[in-house]
């Protein structure tokens, strides 16, 4: 079973930037595809970025679009999102999946155990 291992978290001022990682506890990332998602206090969890196992394709939900940038180096076995011009509304915990693929509702397609996620606070 997939299981991730989120890091990279932590407290950015408004504008600020952060790159998270996501990493296999065992095995290898690379045949799968892979969505990052967040849950803000009080809201329920969402997607947030996904990328294909090949990285070809990825996609990104409309708030972080030109903010965000996923990528994955299957040589060092990880998915990275970057994070830039961070706001006040993007505090939550982050989450790494697997993913059926990334396309379509692909956000509705994890497969997997959750991990612990990753804190990021956006507070100036």
């Known amino acids: 079973q997939l299981q991730l291992v989120e890091s990279g978290g932590g407290l950015v001022q408004p504008g600020g930037s952060l790159r998270l990682s996501c990493e296999p506890s065992g095995g290898s990332l690379r045949p799968y595809a892979i969505g990052w998602f967040r849950q803000g206090p009080g809201k329920e969890r969402e997607g947030v970025s996904c990328?294909?196992?090949?990285?070809?394709?990825?996609d990104y939900v409309d708030p972080v679009k030109g903010r965000f940038v996923i990528s994955r180096d299957n040589a060092k076995n990880t998915v990275y999102l970057q994070m830039s011009n961070l706001k006040s509304e993007d505090t939550a915990i982050y989450y790494c999946?697997?993913?059926?693929?990334?396309?379509?509702?692909?956000?509705?397609?994890?497969?997997?155990?959750w991990g612990r996620g990753t804190q990021v606070t956006v507070s100036s």
């Open positions: 999946s697997g993913l059926l693929a990334c396309y379509g509702n692909w956000s509705g397609r994890t497969f997997g155990s």
């Open positions: 990328i294909s196992s090949s990285g070809k394709s990825t």
